[in-house]
């Protein structure tokens, strides 16, 4: 404390006080001895001393008992402020100052108590947040090994299941080319009808799996949008035509020739909704409409209409129709068919392709479903890297290939040796990789049909080792697998692959890509082949 500060205590201002009041006592004394002619310097001296005494007495006294506990009552709450909870020391008075000191004390115990509780809380908290944090890490680890796992079972099932699919729409294709009895060919058509059938749910449930997983990607390339509404149309035609329904497409001229789209998905949206319109129409007509409009600053939007006659859906049932697994009425699937999980994949679809998907229906008088979409213009489609939707034969389809056949599955070996047989083209097999490499030894080859999954040597591994030999960098290789999750294109394509043909295989699809193979493969069967 500073000189000035103590002038201003409170023991300075009892000293001053006392002081003055006893001098005014002495001097009260003293004036009336001078009055009474009996003033004695002695008794004067001594009154002045005797002052000065009581007055110092009073100024210890009272910095003893006041101002010494204040100072350590300020101090306290000073270290209060600074973030210390210390006791002050109590002067045993036995008056309110004591009270006081020891009531400060307690509220610093209090506080300290408080503090020490908040200190374990917040160790207690840490340490709960950190298991915490560890039990998640370890879930999301769980979690990603469960996708993985997802990933790779679907993958595994998408192969178990379409390898032996394709064997079987495979020799039905080749049976149905032979002569056949009128009923031999009503059996075999119906047993195709069910093949397909069993194919399309096995898609669909792939597909859903994918979209969940957050496997499912789009493959942007320019599309022929008019020419895949009318083939779209087309392919249901037959059904429509059986159940004496008109299926028409109506494309306004605002829709452009190309646009940027996966026309995988855009016609599986497009075949979904117009199949469950011929479904469900028993009489009357299905109308497919497409137009093209402004959307403000926004791209423009391509919407893609099915009209139909049906049996129309309750209003209280319009909004299930896209979850997945449901259907309007429950006596749909009985009568019908279905999973029920056509829409919502469709909704799934539409809404990777950013757009919306909405349906008006009146019970009775059918219903109208609308996709709107981005429609971004291409004003030139160049040509399509993906063999899996390779175009119709160039004109070449003279040229006889020798083609390599890499498959470990006999029923399909079969299959596929029959339809290229049956096209003029020999076929040489392979069980595996390792047989395909020594096979490349012992002679040429004008194409590869090259299985993914296989024991030993795998399809990608066995590009691999065959583009590092320069006498066979030219070969076309062609994926041919029963592998249809995303990425595995890619991952045909950056082993050296030349296409991808996803089983089950279709004659005519295979044909039109050999066919196609031959148009790059010179007179006199040269090893030139599609570029890489």
């Not at 949206?269 to 009489?283: C, E, G, M, Q």
């Not at 979850?323 to 994949?345: H, M, N, P, V």
């Not at 008088?365 to 996709?371: N, R, Y």
Request: charge should be neutral; hydrophobic fraction near 45%; glycine fraction near 8%.
């Amino acid at each position: 404390m500073d000189k000035h500060r103590k002038f201003r205590s409170l023991a300075s201002k009892f000293f001053f006080f006392t002081a003055a009041l006893v001098l005014w006592v002495v001097g009260v004394v003293l004036a009336y001895d001078l009055r009474q002619d009996t003033f004695d310097f002695k008794k004067g001296v001594l009154l002045v001393v005797v002052v000065l005494l009581v007055s110092g007495a009073i100024w210890r006294m009272s910095i003893r008992l006041l101002t010494r506990p204040l100072v350590q009552l300020r101090k306290g709450i000073t270290s209060v402020e600074e973030g210390r909870l210390e006791p002050i020391g109590v002067n045993h008075t036995a008056d309110e100052i004591e009270m006081l000191a020891e009531s400060f004390n307690r509220m610093i115990a209090a506080l300290a108590s408080y503090q020490q509780k908040l200190l374990r809380n917040q160790e207690q908290l840490e340490e709960l947040v950190r298991q915490r944090t560890e039990e998640l890490q370890a879930a999301m680890q769980k979690a990603l090994k469960a996708s993985e796992a997802k990933s790779e079972f679907l993958a595994n099932m998408s192969h178990e299941l379409r390898t032996p699919m394709s064997g079987i729409l495979g020799m039905l294709d080749i049976m149905l080319d032979t002569s056949l009895t009128a009923q031999q060919r009503d059996h075999l058509q119906t047993a195709q009808s069910c093949a397909y059938s069993l194919l399309a749910i096995l898609n669909d449930v792939l597909d859903l799996s994918k979209i969940e997983a957050g496997r499912m990607a789009l493959e942007m390339v320019p599309v022929n949008v008019r020419g895949l509404i009318v083939e779209s149309v087309k392919a249901h035609s037959g059904v429509a035509s059986r159940k004496g329904l008109s299926l028409t497409p109506e494309v306004a001229s605002s829709v452009p020739e190309t646009i940027e789209s996966d026309p995988l998905r855009l016609r599986q949206i497009l075949a979904n909704l117009i199949s469950n319109a011929v479904k469900f129409t028993d009489a009357g007509c299905v109308t497919v409409r497409a137009w093209c409009g402004a959307s403000g600053d926004a791209p423009r939007l391509l919407t893609l209409e099915v009209a139909d006659t049906g049996m129309g859906i309750a209003p209280e049932k319009v909004a299930e129709i896209f979850e997945k697994f449901t259907q309007a009425d429950g006596s749909i699937s009985r009568r019908y068919g279905g999973t029920g999980l056509g829409l919502a994949i469709t909704r799934s679809l539409v809404e990777l392709h950013a757009g919306t998907i909405s349906v008006e229906s009146t019970p009775g008088a059918g219903s109208t479903f609308s996709v709107a979409i981005p429609c971004v213009e291409v004003l030139a489609q160049p040509a399509a890297s993906d063999l899996r939707h390779a175009a119709p034969p160039n004109g070449n389809g003279n040229v006889k290939l020798s083609v390599l056949l890499v498959e470990d599955n006999v029923v399909n070996r079969k299959m596929v040796a029959a339809i290229l047989g049956r096209d003029g083209h020999s076929v040489v097999h392979a069980q595996n990789g390792q047989d395909a490499l020594s096979a490349l030894e012992k002679g040429d080859f004008d194409l590869v049909l090259m299985d993914i999954q296989m024991p030993g040597l795998d399809g990608l591994e066995t590009t691999r080792l065959i583009r590092q030999h320069s006498r066979w960098s030219s070969v076309p290789i062609i994926a041919m697998t029963a592998h249809s999750m995303d990425g595995d294109r890619e991952a045909c394509l950056n082993a050296g692959m030349n296409g991808y043909i996803s089983k089950p295989v279709h004659a005519q699809h295979l044909l039109a890509i050999v066919r196609d193979a031959a148009g790059h493969v010179a007179p006199s069967r040269s090893t030139t082949g599609l570029a890489n």
